[in-house]
């Protein structure tokens, strides 16, 4: 198969590399509006050509790794691919992706979310085992013909990844909770400390705890930006329902329950075991 990576960043340029190890894949062709980009994959191996957004159509497979906005557009573009081309998105949303999907392409369309990544973004973050042993969740499949999921199924499973199938509304709420809020705090956590009167004083005791914390914060602020427009409902409602722990945490403090909020961190600290 040829393959066509639309968005040549961290998620695209990862794909790349790991489909260099499969066996059904015969050439890696790429596209990007990122002219720096281009060059960079190029530079990097990739993929083995870019190409325009019209080559890219005739590709086999079509990978959009692209913001969730930009699927959208792209996918408004390839009304005219071929009923044999399968292409698959890798937007961290999925409802109102898969409700924009037009109806000559809705048996090709793979909606997909592979449960991954870095803080870092452009083709030089992209690493070869961003997807091993990760989980990838496809939504809407039963829009789907046998082929193109089947297909999808294939790719997914030789770069190492775990499949899980689910409602695209339902991913989008739980996705709000376990993907989107801790990049809504840590963006929080990172601005409340450069909002101080001397942020040097404050960064030169930072210690691992923070830097954990604050790590995602390095991410791309256009990309999650997109992510938060597209899923505004659940990131609204997982913020509220983080306000509530965190004003219970608060008047814990205030009122010197310390065994109370003893009992409140050693319950926090289950979800560890869980993961």
């Not at 790991?18 to 990739?46: P, R, W, Y």
């Not at 998105?89 to 909606?111: C, H, M, W, Y």
């Not at 999921?149 to 695209?168: T, W």
């Not at 996705?175 to 942020?199: R, W």
């Amino acid at each position: 198969m040829v393959v066509g990576i639309v968005g040549l960043g961290l998620m695209g340029g990862s794909l790349g590399i790991a489909l260099k190890h499969t066996k059904f894949v015969s050439k890696i062709v790429g596209f990007d509006h990122n002219l720096s980009h281009c060059e960079e994959a190029l530079k990097l191996g990739l993929v083995e050509e870019i190409v325009s957004f019209s080559e890219i159509k005739q590709c086999d497979v079509i990978f959009l790794a692209i913001p969730v906005g930009g699927i959208i557009k792209a996918m408004q573009e390839m009304q005219d691919v071929s009923p044999e081309t399968t292409i698959i998105d890798l937007g961290s949303t999925k409802a109102q992706i898969v409700d924009s999907v037009p109806e000559a392409i809705r048996q090709n369309f793979i909606a997909a979310h592979p449960m991954t990544g870095t803080e870092k973004f452009g083709p030089s973050a992209a690493v070869a085992e961003l997807y091993h042993d990760k989980i990838v969740v496809l939504c809407d499949t039963y829009h789907n013909s046998e082929q193109h999921k089947n297909r999808a199924i294939q790719i997914f499973s030789h770069i190492g990844m775990k499949i899980v199938f689910m409602d695209p509304s339902a991913h989008d709420a739980h996705a709000s909770f376990i993907s989107h809020l801790p990049h809504v705090i840590s963006y929080a956590l990172a601005n409340t400390v450069m909002g101080q009167e001397d942020p040097k004083s404050i960064l030169s005791l930072a210690a691992g705890g923070f830097k954990d914390m604050s790590r995602v914060a390095k991410s791309s602020p256009q990309m999650w930006s997109n992510i938060f427009k597209q899923n505004k409902e659940n990131v609204l409602r997982s913020i509220e329902i983080f306000e509530e722990e965190l004003e219970k945490s608060k008047q814990m403090i205030q009122a010197e329950q310390w065994d109370e909020l003893e009992a409140w961190m050693r319950k926090a600290t289950t979800l560890h075991k869980i993961l």
